[in-house]
């Protein structure tokens, strides 16, 4: 997603844009310095929005999440403490920020200055629904940042653990699973961190899959895998290392059993079998019947129409 160029716009633009915020967090520090029982009792994250008046409503919204959805994203990750206050930036298309930013791109984490940049005007596409939707997906690479005390993680594991925390497993990931899985090679974990950096297409496909690894190593070694891996990457063990520790096998082999598992018949038959598969079958039967019957009901009436001709 070209990061290296957002990040070194955002932190050119850093002085211009964020002195209020810059501000207030510096305030938030030394009361939180001054009464640190402060800090153990919030119990979720806290939130400093930047957005010029015009978006100001928008910010409120963003502001109203619920906090209930972020404690369950810090218990997937392990966090037992949210940290320091997220800045968040709201940012129209004209903003620099906006305009270094490729133009499917709606929102992106730079981890490790615990900031959000959304971008306001942006057309969402998957695996985005609305700007909350993004809001939430950043804030979880944020989490799991702070959850592997700040230490580097693999892309299809991070993006794969904040589609998790974000979003549900839906008829959408179904079919897109389906179709990368269709119209393309198999591709490794490797290779799967490139498709990020590639163009709409390869990202769309490279989400996608990232979100179907981690949902399948999940069901196969346990909801609390991410956490434990997490904790041990915080502890200072590789991520290959505290990955095999955690759910006893390498990435090869994962990688391996996540292919394998992906047959013809595993991938069509929960989109198949959805319940908006199954409304759209009874949809279309009725659609099939009520033609029919129209037919049926004007053949009669053909019929009719013949024998009163005749008499």
């Known amino acids: 997603m070209r990061f290296c160029r957002i990040q070194q716009q955002f ?8 002195p209020i915020g810059l501000q207030l967090l510096f305030l938030t520090i030394l009361v939180m310095m001054a009464h640190p029982g402060l800090a153990r009792e919030a119990a979720s994250p806290q939130f ?14 963003l502001m109203d999440i619920n906090p209930q959805a972020l404690q369950r994203m810090m218990d997937f990750m392990g966090l037992e403490h949210p940290g320091l206050p997220i800045r968040v930036i709201l940012a129209p298309n004209e903003s620099p920020l906006a305009q270094e930013a ?13 900031t959000i940049v959304l971008l306001t005007d ?3 596409t998957y695996p985005n629904d609305s700007l909350n939707e993004v809001f939430m997906h950043e804030i979880g690479h944020i989490l799991a940042h702070r959850a592997a005390g700040e230490q580097p993680l693999p892309r299809w594991f991070d993006e794969g653990l904040a589609m998790m925390a974000a979003r549900r497993w839906d008829l959408e990931d179904r079919a897109r699973l389906v179709w990368a899985m269709v119209s393309d090679t198999q591709v490794s974990l490797d290779e799967l961190n490139t498709l990020f950096n590639k163009d709409e297409t390869a990202v769309r496909r490279a989400y996608v899959l990232a979100y179907a690894f981690t949902r399948d190593l999940l069901e196969h070694t346990g ?9 041990k990457i915080q502890q200072g063990l590789p991520f290959p290392e505290a990955f095999a520790q955690t759910t006893f096998m390498t990435l090869t082999q994962a990688e391996e059993r996540f292919w394998s598992r992906q047959t013809l018949w595993n991938r069509w038959i929960p989109v198949a079998t959805s319940s908006g ?8 039967l009725a659609f099939w019947a009520f033609t029919r019957q129209r037919k049926r009901a004007a053949a009669i009436k053909r019929e009719w129409e013949e024998d009163d001709g005749d008499l």
Not at 277 to 284: E, N, S
Request: aromatic content about 6%.
């Open 122 to 124: 942006r057309s969402l």
């Open 102 to 114: 490729p133009e499917w791109m709606s929102g992106y984490a730079v981890s490790e200055a615990s």
């Open 223 to 231: 909801q609390d895998a991410p956490k434990r891996i997490l904790a």
């Open 11 to 18: 932190r050119k633009s850093k002085c211009h844009i964020a």
């Open 277 to 284: 598969m199954v409304w759209l079958a009874i949809t279309l």
């Open 48 to 61: 400093i929005i930047e957005a010029p008046e015009s978006l100001e409503p928008l910010a409120a919204h």
